[in-house]
């Protein structure tokens, strides 16, 4: 098989693929209320680019890809692009991750195509809470989705993005859902991307607090092994049937063992969350380019990866300031 890597040899295997900026919620730690500024549609990577592209990475090593955005479902008729996607040679496993407002009615469609697994974004399981931040009204319908992803034993992790303020109260019912229910429950510290320049009192509730937080309740946590290249460090709890794990996101503890890549919904890749893109992919592929020429654009691009996140942060080339939006990324 072949591999991929980058110049401080680490294997590049795992595509995020953002396949949309729009989204349907307006998660105050990732967009604006208003004023957002959707890239036009013509600027958008399209299917057909999309699928040129998995299917030129997937040549050069890459076996995974994760759908995210925006809000996935939001773009119309993904799951004819996911039923071609899986097709692609060579890759491996796709997975996606969603709000979950849209997701219910196609979770056998999504079984049937062979979706890997979910990652449905819940961050609290107050409706009130979960409306204070997402600023819309869908708390029952995540709920009921988490429900039939569990029902349909499609696996599924939870992310909650931990937020001071917000829904510390929600930590322990939230590790207490993997009480009865195979599920994976992650604890994402919170990040700058949110659309704004608001610097959110980041350090707050770091990985290290969020875990004496658990703690506290539940003295008797253990270790799990975390899969190769984990972003999440995880536990679990004796007679808990699923796990817990914690993302330092914003800590960057992970950055030694990074296999990721990011492109976003308008092409640009993006070899760490903290760089400002490297390139746009889609000019290249617009302006004529043969596939060995797409091949050697990224090969250029992952023989100058920034070591870790805090590196690809000070090297920003325009706006050191981090205002994107999550949405417009792919998180
Ligand atoms: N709309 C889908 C969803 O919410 O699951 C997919 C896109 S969303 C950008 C992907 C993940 O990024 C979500 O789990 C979300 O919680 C996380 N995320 C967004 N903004 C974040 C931030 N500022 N800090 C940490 N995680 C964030
Ligand atoms: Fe939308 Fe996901 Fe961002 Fe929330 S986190 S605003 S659901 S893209």
Request: charged content about 25%; glycine content about 6%; some cysteine.
């Given at each position: 098989?072949?591999?991929?890597?980058?110049?401080?040899?680490?294997?590049?295997?795992?595509?995020?693929?953002?396949?949309?900026?729009?989204?349907?919620?307006?998660?105050?730690?990732?967009?604006?209320?208003?004023?957002?500024?959707?890239?036009?549609?013509?600027?958008?990577?399209?299917?057909?680019?999309?699928?040129?592209?998995?299917?030129?990475?997937?040549?050069?090593?890459?076996?995974?890809?994760?759908?995210?955005?925006?809000?996935?479902?939001?773009?119309?008729?993904?799951?004819?692009?996911?039923?071609?996607?899986?097709?692609?040679?060579?890759?491996?496993?796709?997975?996606?991750?969603?709000?979950g407002?849209?997701t219910q009615n196609l979770i056998p469609?999504?079984?049937?195509?062979?979706?890997?697994?979910v990652?449905?974004?819940?961050?609290?399981?107050?409706?009130?809470?979960?409306?204070?931040?997402?600023?819309?009204?869908?708390?029952?319908?995540?709920m009921e989705t988490l429900h039939a992803l569990i029902v349909a034993?499609l696996?599924t992790?939870?992310?909650?993005?931990?937020?001071?303020?917000?829904?510390?109260?929600?930590?322990?019912?939230?590790?207490?859902?993997?009480?009865?229910?195979?599920?994976?429950?992650?604890?994402?510290?919170?990040?700058?991307?949110?659309?704004?320049?608001?610097?959110?009192?980041?350090?707050?509730?770091?990985?290290?607090?969020?875990?004496?937080?658990?703690?506290?309740?539940?003295?008797?946590?253990?270790?799990?092994?975390?899969?190769?290249?984990?972003?999440?460090?995880?536990?679990?709890?004796?007679?808990?049937?699923?796990?817990?794990?914690?993302?330092?996101?914003?800590?960057?503890?992970?950055?030694?063992?990074?296999?990721?890549?990011?492109?976003?919904?308008?092409?640009?890749?993006?070899?760490?969350?903290?760089?400002?893109?490297?390139?746009?992919?889609?000019?290249?592929?617009?302006?004529?380019?043969?596939?060995?020429?797409?091949?050697?654009?990224?090969?250029?691009?992952?023989?100058?990866?920034?070591?870790?996140?805090?590196?690809?942060?000070?090297?920003?080339?325009?706006?050191?300031?981090?205002?994107?939006?999550?949405?417009?990324?792919?998180?």
């Open positions: 098989m072949i591999m991929l890597y980058d110049n401080h040899q680490r294997p590049i295997n795992y595509l995020r693929l953002a396949v949309t900026d729009r989204c349907n919620l307006r998660c105050f730690y990732c967009m604006p209320e208003e004023g957002i500024d959707y890239v036009p549609k013509t600027e958008l990577l399209s299917y057909e680019e999309m699928l040129r592209l998995v299917r030129v990475l997937a040549k050069m090593g890459i076996t995974k890809v994760r759908i995210t955005g925006g809000e996935p479902f939001v773009r119309k008729d993904m799951i004819h692009f996911l039923s071609d996607l899986v097709k692609t040679p060579n890759l491996q496993e796709v997975h996606l991750t969603t709000n407002t849209l469609q999504l079984q049937q195509i062979g979706i890997k697994s990652n449905l974004s819940l961050d609290s399981l107050n409706k009130q809470r979960f409306f204070d931040i997402t600023r819309r009204d869908v708390f029952d319908t995540v034993k696996p992790k939870i992310n909650m993005v931990v937020m001071q303020d917000q829904n510390i109260d929600d930590i322990i019912p939230m590790v207490e859902l993997a009480k009865a229910n195979p599920i994976n429950v992650r604890f994402i510290e919170e990040m700058p991307f949110n659309g704004t320049n608001r610097t959110p009192s980041l350090l707050e509730w770091n990985y290290k607090r969020i875990y004496q937080h658990i703690e506290a309740t539940y003295p008797h946590i253990y270790k799990i092994e975390d899969g190769k290249y984990s972003t999440s460090t995880n536990y679990q709890i004796k007679g808990f049937q699923g796990t817990f794990g914690i993302i330092a996101a914003y800590s960057r503890t992970f950055c030694g063992t990074c296999n990721r890549i990011r492109l976003t919904p308008r092409g640009i890749l993006k070899t760490c969350l903290y760089d400002t893109g490297v390139f746009n992919i889609k000019d290249v592929m617009r302006a004529g380019a043969s596939d060995a020429q797409i091949q050697a654009t990224f090969l250029d691009a992952l023989g100058n990866r920034a070591k870790d996140g805090f590196e690809a942060e000070q090297n920003r080339h325009f706006d050191p300031l981090i205002t994107e939006s999550m949405s417009s990324i792919g998180g």
